[in-house]
Nanobody, 114 residues
Framework: VQLQASGGGLVQPGGSLRLSCAAS????????NRWYRQAPGKQRELVAT???????NYADSVKGRFTISRDNAKNTVYLQMNSLKPEDTAVYYC?????????WGQGTQVTVSS
């Protein structure tokens, strides 16, 4: 199973983007779906998590602006990003944590700039 992340791009401060992470097949035993990001020169950081039961958690820096959601029928996880700031600029990676192993998408670039 492979993860395909999409939806990144260039957006002005205050704008919105929706990232998608589609799995090529069904992953069994999912514990969490997560979005991470990595800005140039910085370590990868956890941005948002949605648990198998639907519980969500967010980094303090994105609370109230980002929303993670999941469509099980489409094997797809989304990250709705509103009120984007220049400091949100990074490569965003999706991750699936299962009871067997972790899966990673290839990353999608988000650039917030005027």
């Amino acid at each position: 199973v492979q993860l395909q992340a999409s939806g990144g791009g260039l957006v002005q401060p205050g704008g919105s983007l929706r990232l998608s992470c589609a799995a090529s097949g069904t992953i069994y035993g999912i514990v969490n779906n997560r979005w991470y990001r990595q800005a140039p020169g910085k370590q990868r950081e956890l941005v948002a998590t949605i648990g198998n039961g639907g519980t969500t958690n967010y980094a303090d820096s994105v609370k109230g602006r980002f929303t993670i959601s999941r469509d099980n029928a489409k094997n797809t996880v989304y990250l709705q990003m509103n009120s984007l700031k220049p400091e949100d600029t990074a490569v965003y990676y999706c991750n699936v944590q299962s009871i067997v192993r972790d899966y990673w998408g290839q990353g999608t670039q988000v650039t917030v700039s005027s």
